[in-house]
Nanobody, 114 residues
Framework: QVQLVESGGGLVQAGGSLRLSCAASGIIVSMVAMGWFRQAPGKQRELVAMISRGGSTNAGDSVKGRFTISRDNAKNTVALQMNNLKPDDTAVYYC????????WGQGTQVTVSS
């Protein structure tokens, strides 16, 4: 059974930084594509960043140059480093694994104040 548990969300002022972490069980993060999505109130869930099995990464246009996805194979975790946060980044952030079709965490709230 795949389980993804996010942590690290919170309230931060614009221009600040946060680091989200996703702890995985039931899968090996280096063996599947992993990613982060977000959903703001009244909006569709959107891709933030992905990391492939091979380690290549890509990010959504709105976060390129500010957010970085990484993987710690020893800890079996995936992280999202978010810098220069903006109020528009406010959303619930979800960890995703391309396993069992699609697996999702429960989400963690990120709120950026202006």
């Amino acid at each position: 059974q795949v389980q993804l548990v996010e942590s690290g969300g919170g309230l931060v002022q614009a221009g600040g930084s946060l680091r989200l972490s996703c702890a995985a069980s039931g899968i090996i993060v280096s063996m599947v594509a992993m990613g982060w999505f977000r959903q703001a109130p009244g909006k569709q869930r959107e891709l933030v960043a992905m990391i492939s099995r091979g380690g290549s990464t890509n990010a959504g246009d709105s976060v390129k140059g500010r957010f970085t996805i990484s993987r710690d194979n020893a800890k079996n975790t995936v992280a999202l480093q978010m810098n220069n946060l903006k109020p528009d980044d406010t959303a619930v952030y979800y960890c995703y694994a391309d396993a069992n079709g699609a697996s999702w965490g429960q989400g963690t709230q990120v709120t950026v104040s202006s």
